[in-house]
């Protein structure tokens, strides 16, 4: 089937062509990184997970995502999914790829994450973590592209294949549990030092995951003849919503606890991400964006009337993703480090070259997805 990613008109080439691109200055971007080291980001000793970490954990929360298809399709026989079950798996396989380019890149020798499989360290969450991410991304490609090569062939896959859909059912819950444990594990920072923060993981991911794939079946329409279905479309709606409702949810339990119990060393990562600490906030507009985003997401998505209408579901569900993204991907992963431990306040910026090998890893999972998704648009219009 691989023969199909070769067929395109112009603009897929361009698409193509832009995206390989930005992949080469990325890659230059981190020539530098591999000569000069993790100096060149913005990284410091008070805050030494940055933006490559945030992007990780975010990407590990889209990937999970993906079970919202997943679960209501193969255990529920919800047939609306049929169509785009395969849409959500491979768009999991994208956003790992992109979680283990980013973990790689995060070290300062890349060769060193090996190291999580040849020195097996079950004490770690980082192993287990990095275990289940694997298994994860290897179970969703053999399913995928098994599914996908039935299909085209007119037949029903292997019965093998369902065991391993039924197996990467909990293995969604647990890449991004594991995730989340990596960070509650650590009782030296209050603000990840909290029992819901998996739960907080997973109600993001229910809510990020799904919209993404909303925008894509809209984007899909628009440059193909495959339509997704109206009635899978509404029901990633809902989904998102609820997910969305939930994660602003736990968001309110952690500032009432932080606030309510006053101890300074949760109320202060809070009051530095939202309204500043000491004099410094270079996060708080941010954040404040984020807050207003995925508040407006849950208003313009619970109501049916609004939910129902796919410009304005369009609009919620970018406003959901970006929402999300900024609040995972910028102030979870430095909100946790500033202030620090004994208080004091050391900002994070993410350095021009940063966000440049980030871009890099972007365009690769995009690239990967662009592939994946267009055999499998060749093999549902006949191909």
């Known amino acids: 089937m691989l023969e199909l990613a070769t067929k395109g008109g112009k603009g897929y080439w361009a698409w193509i062509g832009g995206l390989l691109a930005v992949l080469v200055l990325g890659a230059l971007c981190y020539g530098q990184q591999l000569e000069h080291g993790l100096m060149i980001t913005g990284q410091s000793r008070d805050v030494s997970w940055g933006f490559y970490t945030a992007q990780m954990t975010f990407l590990v929360g889209v990937a999970a995502g993906g079970v919202m ?121 209050g603000f990840w030092l909290t029992a819901i923060l998996a739960p907080r993981f997973l109600a993001s991911a229910f809510a990020a995951g799904p919209a993404l794939l909303i925008l894509l079946c809209f984007v899909i329409r628009k440059v193909s003849d495959f339509d997704p279905g109206q009635k899978a479309v509404r029901t990633l709606a809902v989904i998102t919503a609820y997910g969305m409702v939930a994660n602003l949810f736990f968001l309110g339990c952690e500032v009432f606890v932080a606030f309510y119990s006053r101890i300074p060393e949760h109320m202060d990562h809070l009051k530095y991400l939202y309204v500043g600490l000491h004099g410094h906030g270079v996060l708080v507009p941010w954040m404040r964006v984020s807050l207003l985003l995925m508040g407006a997401a849950a208003l313009l998505l619970v109501p049916p ?13 970018l406003s959901a993703f970006v929402g999300i993204w900024i609040d995972k991907g910028l102030g979870m992963i430095a909100g946790g480090f500033i202030p620090s431990p004994l208080h004091h306040v050391t900002e994070y910026v993410p350095s021009f070259m940063e966000l440049m090998i980030s871009a890099g890893i972007t365009a690769i999972g995009l690239l990967v997805l662009t592939v994946l998704y267009k055999i499998t648009l060749g093999v549902k219009q006949g191909g």
């Not at 009337?305 to 569900?317: D, K, S």
């Open 69 to 189: 298809l997943v679960l209501p399709y193969y255990l529920h026989d919800y047939k609306a999914f049929g169509r785009i079950t395969v849409l959500g798996e491979f768009l999991a396989v994208a956003s790992i790829v992109m979680c283990f380019l980013y973990l790689l890149i995060h070290l300062g020798q890349p060769f060193r994450a090996l190291n999580i499989f040849l020195n097996a360290t079950p004490s770690s969450m980082l192993f287990w973590d990095g275990n289940v991410l694997m298994a994860y991304l290897v179970m969703n490609i053999i399913i995928g592209w098994n599914v996908l090569e039935a299909e085209r062939n007119g037949v029903a896959p292997a019965p093998w294949v369902k065991v391993l859909v039924y197996l990467s059912i909990p293995m969604a819950f647990a890449i991004h549990t594991m995730t989340a444990f990596i960070y509650c594990g650590l009782p030296g920072r």
């Open 305 to 317: 009337v609004t939910r129902n209408n796919e410009t304005i579901l369009a609009v919620a569900c």
